[in-house]
C-alpha cells in the first residue's frame, strides 16, 4: 500500500489546485464562451494582445510647438481640486474634461487637496488622466475643522434651525468646514505657496468648449485678480448678518475698499443692503495672492471671528465675491465667457459672436445660464 506523506501546506496547496480544476471543468461545461477563452489555442493571445506598432502614432507635433514644452510662455499658476477620496470617480471624469479642453496644450500642475490622506487608489486613477505634474495635500487640521471657540450649543441650534427650515446642507458640520477652508485657508496651504493663480475645478463638472487660450496669461497680462463664468443669487437664509458684517468691517477700515468698485454689482442703493448676487465659486480663476493681500487677511479674519461660518452658513462664494467686489477694481474682475461650464444644475455657455463655434461647444448657448431669472448678469451687465 502506497502512502502519501504531505505536509499542511502541500496539503493546502493540494486542496485548492483541486478546488480550481472543479470550477474549471464546470466553468468549461456551462459556459461555452469560458471554455473557448481558455482552450489551448488562444491561451498566448490572451496573455498579450496583438499590438499596434508604435510607427503608426501620430508623433503630435503640434503639441510639441505649444507651451506645455515652453515655461516662458506659461504663468505661474495650478489647477485646484478639493476632493474626498469618495469622490474618485466624478473626480476623474472633470479632470479629464479640462486636460483634453485645455490642459492638455499647457500642462499645468495640479493640486488635489482633502483633509484625509488621499488613498493610492484614488492618486493612481487621477494621475493617470494628467500630462503634467500633480500633487496630493492634506489639509493641516486647524484649517479644516471647527475652531474650539465656536460655541457648539449655539451652533448646533442654527444647524437645527436650518434642517427645519429646509435649507440646502443646513445640517452639514462638513459644508461648513469646506466653506470656511475655501475663504480663508485653501491659498495658505505649503503646497500652494509656490503658485500666484488657482483654477479652481470640483468634481462632477463639465467642461462644454475647447480652452484655445491660456486663461491664467490673460489675467497677468491684463491685471485682473478673479475671474467668474456663472453669476447667481444667494440663499439670503445662510447669511443673514454676513452684510452687517462686512459693513462693519469697511467701517473700521475704509482704506481697503478700491476706487471704481464693482458695489453697485452687490447693491442696488450704494452698499446698503446686499442684493444677493455673487460669482459662483465652484468655478474661478484668481489670483491667490489677492486672497494674501493684507485687505483679505484682515477681512476675514474680520469675519471668522464673527464664527458665522458656523453660527450661519456663509458661503465661500459671497465671501470671496464681496471682496472682489470691494478690494478689487471692476475692471480687475473678468467674466469668462468663452469658458463653457457646467456645474449641476447650470451651464454657462458662450454667446459671444462665433465663441461657440470657435470653441467645438458641446452646450446649448440657448439655455445658457446667463438669460436666467436666477442669474445675476444683469446686474453684472450694467456696471459695464
Ligand atoms: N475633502 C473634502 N472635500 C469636500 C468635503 N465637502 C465638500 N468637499 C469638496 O468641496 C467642493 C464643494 O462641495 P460640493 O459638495 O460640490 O458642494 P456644492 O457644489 O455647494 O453642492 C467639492 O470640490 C467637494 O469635493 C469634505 O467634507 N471633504
Ligand atoms: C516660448 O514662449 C515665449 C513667451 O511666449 C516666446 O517668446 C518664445 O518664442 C517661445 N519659444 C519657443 C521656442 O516657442
Ligand atoms: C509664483 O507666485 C508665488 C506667489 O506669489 C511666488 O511666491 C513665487 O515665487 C512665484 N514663482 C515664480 C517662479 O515666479
Ligand atoms: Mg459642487
Known amino acids: 500500500m502506497i502512502q502519501l506523506k504531505l505536509t499542511p501546506t502541500a496539503r493546502y496547496v493540494l486542496l485548492v489546485v483541486l ?144 434642517v ?51 486663461p491664467f496669461r490673460y489675467m497677468e497680462d491684463h491685471n485682473k485678480l478673479y475671474a467668474f463664468t456663472i453669476t447667481m443669487y444667494e440663499f439670503a437664509a445662510t447669511i443673514p448678518t454676513l452684510w452687517e458684517t462686512v459693513k462693519e468691517f469697511v467701517s473700521l477700515h475704509p482704506q481697503y475698499v478700491k476706487a471704481n468698485n464693482a458695489m453697485n454689482y452687490m447693491s442696488d442703493n450704494g452698499g446698503e443692503s446686499y442684493n444677493l448676487c455673487h460669482f459662483w465659486s465652484n468655478f474661478e480663476i484668481a489670483s491667490m495672492d489677492f486672497w494674501r493681500s493684507e485687505a483679505y487677511s484682515q477681512y476675514f479674519e474680520y469675519l471668522d471671528s464673527k464664527g458665522g461660518f458656523y453660527y450661519e452658513r456663509w458661503g465661500d462664494a459671497p465671501v470671496h465675491s464681496i471682496a472682489a467686489g470691494l478690494f478689487a477694481s471692476k475692471e480687475q474682475i473678468q467674466f469668462f465667457d468663452e469658458i463653457g461650464y457646467e456645474h449641476n444644475p447650470y451651464t454657462h455657455c458662450p454667446r459671444g459672436p462665433g465663441a461657440w463655434e470657435r470653441g467645438r461647444c458641446d452646450c446649448d448657448a440657448g439655455r445658457s445660464f446667463d438669460y436666467d431669472g436666477y442669474s445675476c448678469m444683469r446686474q453684472w451687465d450694467r456696471i459695464q
Not at 485646484?80 to 499647457?106: G, Q, T
Open 19 to 162: 478546488i480550481l480544476l472543479g470550477i474549471h471543468s464546470i466553468l468549461t461545461f456551462t459556459h461555452e464562451p469560458y471554455g473557448r477563452a481558455t482552450s489551448i489555442f488562444s491561451w498566448s493571445s490572451a496573455a498579450a494582445p496583438p499590438a499596434v506598432p508604435d510607427t503608426y502614432y501620430d508623433s503630435d507635433a503640434d503639441v510639441s510647438l505649444t507651451p506645455a514644452h515652453n515655461t516662458s510662455a506659461r504663468a505661474n499658476a495650478t489647477i485646484l481640486m478639493l476632493a474626498r477620496n469618495s469622490d474618485v470617480e466624478s473626480a476623474v471624469r472633470s479632470v479629464r474634461e479640462l486636460e483634453d479642453r485645455f490642459n492638455r496644450k499647457y500642462h499645468y500642475p495640479w493640486v488635489f487637496l482633502n483633509e484625509e490622506d488621499f488613498t493610492s487608489d484614488f492618486k493612481r486613477r487621477v494621475s493617470n488622466v494628467i500630462a503634467g505634474p500633480v500633487y496630493f495635500g492634506k489639509i493641516p487640521h486647524d484649517h479644516w475643522f471647527q475652531p474650539a471657540w465656536i460655541d457648539e450649543n449655539r451652533a448646533s441650534a442654527a444647524r437645527q434651525q436650518m
Open 164 to 214: 427645519d427650515d429646509n435649507i440646502i446642507y443646513g445640517g452639514s458640520v462638513s459644508y461648513r468646514n469646506m466653506c470656511r477652508f475655501n475663504s480663508g485657508f485653501f491659498y495658505r496651504h505649503p503646497l500652494l505657496q509656490q503658485f500666484k493663480w488657482y483654477w479652481r475645478v470640483e468634481p462632477d463638472v463639465h467642461f462644454r468648449c475647447d480652452v484655445n487660450f491660456d
